[in-house]
């Protein structure tokens, strides 16, 4: 049973930083493939962030581009997502995504609140 579990949300002033992770377990590092991260706000659909492929290649939603990096370490099975000057917009519950074996899983989600 894959399971992935995130961590590092929580309050934040405007300008400052978080560093999400998301851990992967109940599968060899072989069977991942790409890994991102997605975000809803209150009242709004769920949107893509960031996602990473297996080797390494990035892609980013515009409004993250320039503050937010995604990163994974294969041999942890974890997914980073380093973001730099937060804004009240980014506040949402961030979700892990992860491909393994070409099923998709999602973590439980953690909270992101940026304060003005």
């Known amino acids: 049973q894959v399971r992935l579990v995130e961590s590092g949300g929580g309050l934040v002033q405007a300008g400052g930083s978080l560093r999400l992770s998301c851990v992967a377990s109940?599968?060899?590092?072989?069977?991942?493939?790409?890994m991102g991260w997605y975000r809803q706000a209150p009242g709004k659909q769920r949107e893509l962030v960031a996602v990473i492929t297996r080797g390494g290649t990035t892609n980013y939603a515009d409004s993250v581009k320039g503050r937010f990096t995604i990163s994974r370490d294969n041999a942890k099975k974890t997914v980073y997502l380093q973001m730099n000057s937060l804004k009240p917009e980014d506040t949402a519950a961030y979700y892990c995504?992860?491909?393994?074996?070409?099923?998709?899983?999602w973590g439980q989600g953690t909270e992101v609140t940026v304060s003005s």
């Open positions: 109940g599968t060899s590092f072989i069977g991942i493939n790409a």
């Open positions: 995504n992860v491909d393994v074996w070409g099923l998709d899983y």
